[in-house]
């Protein structure tokens, strides 16, 4: 029903920045809250920053201040621009998005996900 697309992972420096991208297709109209998710092969997949179609937003206590989520509705697409980027944000990165409901918690459709990698 909805197909999801990350880009913008790569290699970075310590301190430095990624602008993550995710564009939505298919029946968009389902969509309601979108949110990006981490996970590395010791750790359980992670919420780090929600975003819903009104504009409000929630992150990780360890991303706040240096992530921020936004969301482009007429593009269908969402952002998660990444600064002051540390080595245990290296993860594989995924776009995720509810249906109809509202419960990021328990996505609907996922991306194929990106890695970022931040070297020290």
């Known amino acids: 029903q909805v197909q999801l697309v990350e880009s913008g992972g790569g290699l970075v420096q310590a301190g430095g920045s990624l602008r993550l991208s995710c564009a939505a297709s298919?029946?968009?109209?389902?969509?309601?809250?979108m949110g990006w998710y981490r996970q590395t092969p010791e750790k359980q997949r992670e919420l780090v920053a929600a975003?819903?179609?009104?504009?409000?937003?929630n992150y990780a206590d360890s991303v706040k201040g240096r992530f921020t989520i936004s969301r482009d509705n007429h593009k269908n697409t969402m952002y998660l621009q990444m600064d002051s980027l540390k080595p245990e944000d290296t993860a594989v990165y995924y776009c995720a998005t509810d249906e109809y409901s509202g419960d990021i918690y328990r996505p609907a459709y996922w991306g194929q996900g990106t890695q970022v990698t931040v070297s020290s």
């Open positions: 975003i819903s179609t009104g504009g409000s937003t």
């Open positions: 298919g029946n968009v109209a389902v969509i309601n809250v």
